[in-house]
């Protein structure tokens, strides 16, 4: 093909393009060539290979448990990736090491970063997200000091939990089924072999203790998911004129392409009623769309408020979302999945097959019953004994238990 009908190809190519999506899709497709032209090593991979080659799974190591004190106060460490703000899974993980720590047991943070960050550079960013605890933040690759209990709360966690020669009965906090984040290869293997280690688990919600025992003979306990019902609340006011979608588009795992296609056919259904996007900034999606960006708690629960039903898409285990919204009388709308229904257990939720239409359609039937008070009335009524003390309770059962058998 000659220079000039090439350059009228790409011509076309980038026109279509714009009409279709927009300069900031021309971008995207910008920075995924330049991507792939630097090659697959071009992003650190999210666990050390070393570590990796390290753990041979075939022979673990002896695991050495210190006596549990008179008192019964323990130490346990806990390996994570370093935290940001508005991030779930380490809310979730901080709510339980604050209960042990108020139950006065001694927790320890160790960061695993494969970007060259130290613990000093996360530090505050750990100590401004979750001001209640107490602990240190030290390094994981710098090895760690022994204790009663060793957890591992990511599948790239498990690595270094699993090869470090410090003393502790090792567990494993799954919040989500973490092969499932990836195409089927090399790092989807690498999520699933941490199952095999030989952790007990503690999993948020029954669908992942279930499925990690009979998968991979993992021993697993869960807990229930808990809410902030004191912040998270029904209150007297707002008037509510629209919809919320919990919008993650880099997080394959939260269908952002779906809820933004219902969205779309909602809101050409319901002119007058707003959608808002929370979670990350999206970008101008139309006129009566509001991209709202990482809302704090308090924002988030004034515009729950405000809003009749919420977009909350989990292709792998749930998020915390449902409970929050519907404490706050917005009804949630999730995608139609065993690991959903599992663990948010809860009449008030709507489930819809997940494909545009149908999400459109479910949120449609929620804005328009007549008899909307009621409903989120009742809907926040059923959270109202949720909490997250119940979780922390499960937790310190669960050492107890091991630690003592």
């Known amino acids: 093909m000659s220079r000039y009908r090439k350059a009228v190809r790409r011509g076309h190519q980038l026109r279509r393009i714009l009409d279709e999506g927009g300069a900031r899709h021309v971008g995207a497709r910008l920075l995924l060539a330049a991507a792939k032209r630097l090659g697959p090593g071009a992003e650190p991979a999210p666990v050390r290979m070393a570590d990796v080659r390290a753990a041979d799974l075939g ?184 919809v919320i979608f919990y919008a993650r588009p880099h997080a394959s795992r939260r269908a952002f392409e779906l809820g933004r296609l219902a969205l779309e056919l909602f809101s050409e259904r319901h002119p007058g009623l707003w959608v808002h996007l929370y979670g990350e900034k999206v970008g101008d999606l139309g006129p009566r769309f509001v991209d709202h960006g990482l809302l704090t708690p308090p924002q988030l629960a004034e515009l729950y408020n405000r809003c009749f039903a919420g977009l909350s898409l989990s292709m792998t285990n749930v998020s915390l979302v449902p409970h929050e919204m ?41 804005v328009a019953r007549p008899d909307f008070d009621g409903v989120a009335a009742a809907a926040s009524a059923s959270v109202s004994g949720r909490s997250w003390s119940a979780a922390g309770n499960e937790l310190e059962k669960l050492l107890g238990r091991e630690l003592r058998a």
């Open 59 to 242: 022979s673990p190591p002896p695991e050495v448990i210190p006596p549990v004190p008179a008192d019964g106060r323990l130490t346990v460490n806990w390996v994570t990736t370093p935290p940001s703000h508005g991030s779930g899974g380490h809310t979730t993980m901080f709510r339980l090491i604050e209960h042990l720590e108020a139950a006065g047991h001694t927790c320890r943070v160790y960061l695993y970063d494969t970007y060259g960050s130290r613990a000093a550079d996360h530090e505050p960013t750990v100590r401004s997200a979750f001001p209640g605890f107490r602990g240190p933040v030290r390094d994981a690759g710098d090895g760690m000091a022994d204790a009663h209990a060793v957890f591992a709360t990511a599948w790239m966690t498990a690595y270094p939990v699993f090869t470090d020669p410090c003393a502790g009965k090792r567990f494993y906090l799954v919040q989500d089924y973490e092969p499932w984040f990836f195409p089927v290869g090399g790092l989807s293997a690498l999520a699933e072999n941490t199952y095999r280690m030989g952790f007990h688990g503690f999993t948020a919600g029954k669908f992942l203790a279930g499925k990690l025992t009979a998968e991979h003979g993992m021993p697993a306990d869960s807990f229930d998911f808990g809410c902030d019902t004191e912040l998270y609340r029904l209150r007297p006011g707002p008037r509510r004129d629209g």
């Open 326 to 366: 519907l404490a706050a009388g917005c009804v949630p709308v999730v995608n139609e999945a065993i690991h959903n229904r599992v663990v948010l257990d809860n009449t008030h939720v709507r489930y819809a097959d997940p494909a545009p239409h149908a999400l459109a359609d479910a949120l449609g039937e929620v």
